[in-house]
Each structure stands twice: as C-alpha cells, then as structure tokens.
C-alpha cells in the first residue's frame, strides 16, 4: 500500500487526505488515523458505484487506507460560502442525493454540504465511513439536524444553512421529525465532537422540529 508521501490535501476529524504520484497519478490516499480498517467503507462505495450513485471510484483499499479517484472541484459548502451556489439550491441539491440514496440499502450518516464535490461530472459524496445500512429516514434527520447545528453556530455561513435546512425539509418527501431522536442519540455520541458541539446537539433537533412541515 502506497504511504502518504504526497502533498496533504485536507484533513478531517477522523482521516488525512494525500495526493498520490507515479502508478497512482490522479488518486487520493485516504488514511484513517485511528488505524480503522478501510475496507468496509471501500465495500460500501464501490456497491453504490454499481448502482449509479455518485461516489469516487475506489481502486483498492487496506487497513487503515483507501485508495481512490481524486476529485476536483469545490465542496458544496465552499460553493455556498463563496455565493457561487444559493443557500435553497444547497438545500435542494442535498434533499435530491438523499432522495437517490434512499433508493439503495445504505445511509451515509454525514450527509452535509462539507461532504459533496462539486466536480466537473457533477455532484459526488464523499466521506462514507459512518455509512451503515439503515432507513432513509434516519439519514435524512441526520442531514437536517447537521445543518440546524451549522445554523445555530457563530460560523458566518449560519444564516444560510437555516436557509438550506427549511429548504432540505420542504423538498424531502417523508417526514424527519420521527427519526429525530435516533439521529440525536447518534450525534451526541459521535467520539468527534467537542463537548460544547455534543451540548448543542438537542438544540438542533429542536430547530429541526420547529421549521418541519
């Protein structure tokens, strides 16, 4: 398996993303920092590859690393940030992907603005090491309730991603609110948040009851 001798393109709050030359020219070395095994993850994107869902294509992945296509492009909350894509336009794009997901057996668990690519192809979810299979509707009550928090930080994209979250309520077609107490249970018991973060959690969900249809 390749080592991370590549540029460090981004780092998450569970993984490091290096850029991979030689043989490898054009992937991403994914590499889990806790030393998790990739290869569940890896299972799970190349099954929704084959059902036409938009993931990156994975070449091969071994203990804690996942080899797989590089992406250009910008996130959809970079997009949003930036004003290149408006706030309703995010929501929509998220409540379409969740919708197309919910076709498949499995729920990403982290479906967020910072978690698709823009790129050139169109629309591409990353990042699916929570992804499990599981009912639609959890996942959606997690998407929701990962924007309601984005909407009740001090980050200076809060307002539109209350804006992103109505709009994400009003085009999903089932509703969240029933799911709300899995998603928070989930949530709050992620090892990646900081205490104030896990504290803010129930708040979201309140949010997210108050703007559902």
């Given at each position: 398996m390749p080592v991370g001798t590549g540029?460090?393109?981004g780092t998450g709050r569970s993984a490091d993303v290096y850029a991979l030359a030689g043989p490898d020219e054009g992937r991403v070395l994914r590499r889990y920092r806790d030393g998790?095994?990739?290869?569940?993850e890896a299972?799970?994107?190349?099954?929704?590859?084959?059902?036409?869902?938009?993931?990156?294509?994975?070449?091969?992945a071994s203990g804690p690393d996942l080899v797989m296509e590089r992406l250009h492009g910008p996130t959809l909350l970079e997009s949003a940030a930036a004003g290149?894509?408006?706030?309703?336009?995010?929501?929509?794009?998220?409540?379409?992907?969740?919708?197309?997901?919910?076709?498949?057996?499995?729920?990403?668990?982290?479906?967020?603005?910072?978690?698709?690519?823009?790129?050139?192809?169109?629309?591409v979810v990353i990042d699916w090491r929570t992804a499990r299979e599981g009912p639609p509707g959890l996942d959606r009550a997690m998407s929701a309730l990962l924007?309601?928090?984005?909407?009740?930080?001090?980050?200076?994209?809060?307002?539109g991603a209350r804006t992103a979250l109505t709009t994400l309520l009003t085009h999903?077609?089932?509703?969240?609110?029933?799911?709300?107490?899995?998603?928070?249970?989930?949530?709050?018991?992620?090892?990646?948040?900081?205490?104030?973060?896990?504290?803010?959690?129930?708040?979201?969900g309140h949010l997210v009851t108050t703007l559902a249809p």
């Amino acid at each position: 398996m390749p080592v991370g001798t590549g540029a460090l393109l981004g780092t998450g709050r569970s993984a490091d993303v290096y850029a991979l030359a030689g043989p490898d020219e054009g992937r991403v070395l994914r590499r889990y920092r806790d030393g998790g095994d990739a290869e569940p993850e890896a299972r799970i994107m190349r099954d929704l590859a084959r059902r036409g869902y938009p993931v990156p294509r994975v070449a091969r992945a071994s203990g804690p690393d996942l080899v797989m296509e590089r992406l250009h492009g910008p996130t959809l909350l970079e997009s949003a940030a930036a004003g290149a894509v408006t706030p309703e336009a995010a929501g929509a794009l998220l409540a379409d992907l969740l919708h197309r997901l919910g076709t498949t057996p499995w729920i990403h668990l982290d479906l967020h603005p910072g978690n698709v690519v823009l790129a050139p192809k169109g629309p591409v979810v990353i990042d699916w090491r929570t992804a499990r299979e599981g009912p639609p509707g959890l996942d959606r009550a997690m998407s929701a309730l990962l924007l309601a928090e984005a909407a009740l930080s001090a980050a200076p994209y809060a307002e539109g991603a209350r804006t992103a979250l109505t709009t994400l309520l009003t085009h999903l077609t089932t509703p969240v609110t029933p799911h709300l107490p899995e998603a928070t249970t989930l949530r709050t018991a992620d090892p990646n948040l900081s205490p104030s973060e896990r504290t803010a959690v129930p708040t979201a969900g309140h949010l997210v009851t108050t703007l559902a249809p």
